[in-house]
């Protein structure tokens, strides 16, 4: 198993491009989640799915858009790139209520808009 | 809503020397709690996790930490450390309803010294 996948490890955007961050998993796990962390704020979390088709808003979802078309992939998309998205971005997936509670990371994508 | 402190943004110690992380949380209902670690350069893994049963609760890598509902902590320890623990600790909580959406705290750098 090759676990969370994240692409790419590392970008620069321009303000007000726009961006796929992609997130994959292979553990067949109903919910995954996008957080963003920042230095002296720990994770927060952005948007989750806790199944195909069905998403959510977490702490921080402005600026952000989720869609779950499969059960596989949850990409991440920021429509108008803005400084303050400047962040390191970590997707996450687990079971959903199967007693384990464990969250599996992806490695991060650095996001850098000048 | 729950809300975790994690009151030492860096701790410093010597290799071998005991070493104590702290994490109080807030929560009008009842909560699982969460250590996750992170190593230079890379995402989150699992530590430790309390659920429920003994609150002494042993991890990976020789860590423990113990569940006090009336102080509402759950310090992380480990009797004698190594120089590759250095990285960054993170505690979190997650309501018994919905165990999947993860509340972290701004983290403890733990930094080994020779």
Request: proline share 5%; charged share 15%; glycine share 8%.
């Amino acid at each position: 198993n090759a676990g969370v996948t994240q692409t790419p490890k590392f970008q620069v955007l321009k303000t007000g491009q726009s961006m796929t961050l992609q997130c994959a998993q292979d553990m067949n796990h109903e919910y995954m989640s996008w957080y963003r962390q920042d230095p002296g704020m720990g994770l927060r979390l952005i948007h989750y799915s806790v199944g195909a088709g069905i998403t959510d808003q977490g702490e921080v979802p402005n600026g952000y858009n989720v869609s779950r078309s499969t059960t596989e992939d949850f990409p991440l998309r920021l429509l108008s790139a803005a400084p303050s998205q400047t962040s390191v971005y970590f997707c996450a997936s687990s079971y959903s209520d199967r007693g384990n509670y464990e969250q599996y990371f992806g490695p991060g994508t650095r996001l850098t808009v000048t | 809503a729950q809300s975790v402190t994690q009151l030492d943004s860096q701790v410093p110690v010597f290799e071998e020397a005991p070493v104590e992380l702290r994490c109080n949380y807030s929560s009008s209902v009842s909560v699982y709690l969460f250590w996750y670690v992170q190593y230079p350069n890379q995402g989150l893994q699992l530590l430790l996790k309390y659920l429920s049963g003994s609150t002494l609760v042993k991890g990976i890598n020789g860590f423990e930490a113990e569940f006090n509902k009336s102080q509402t902590s759950f310090h992380l320890r480990k009797p004698s450390v190594h120089i590759s623990d250095t990285a960054e600790y993170f505690c979190a909580v997650s309501d018994l309803r919905n165990t999947d959406k993860l509340i972290f705290g701004t983290g403890t750098r733990l930094q080994v010294f020779p």
